[in-house]
């Protein structure tokens, strides 16, 4: 069982900056992929970006340039910096973690981002 805590969320006007925390209940080692997804509203869940348990990175095509994903071991987080943010980039973001076949989720936080 992994239980995740997200922080970071909030308002900012585009252009801005924000930096979303995932803290993961167990050691980061022992998970094999961790990641971000997003869903505006009247849209279809998307998933933003992921880091492995090796510390690969991947991200949308949207965000590439603009939103880092990393982690921090020695506190069991993950983070998503997001620079530059756009209106299109509102959503609520959820942290996940796969593990084993397993799934677990954040309680999600949202971001808006004003024009």
């Known amino acids: 069982q992994v239980q995740l805590v997200e922080s970071g969320g909030g308002l900012v006007q585009a252009g801005g900056s924000l930096r979303l925390s995932c803290a993961a209940s167990v050691r980061l080692f022992s998970i094999n992929v961790m990641g971000w997804y997003r869903q505006a509203p009247g849209k279809q869940r998307e998933l933003v970006a992921t880091?492995?348990?090796?510390?690969?990175?991947n991200s949308v095509d949207s965000v590439k340039g603009r939103f880092t994903i990393s982690r921090a071991n020695a506190k069991n987080t993950v983070y998503l910096q997001m620079n530059n943010l756009k209106p299109e980039d509102t959503a609520v973001y959820s942290c996940?973690?796969?593990?084993?076949?397993?799934?677990?989720w954040g309680q999600g936080t949202q971001v808006t981002v004003s024009s």
């Open positions: 880091i492995t348990n090796d510390g690969s990175t």
């Open positions: 996940y973690a796969w593990n084993s076949g397993y799934t677990y």
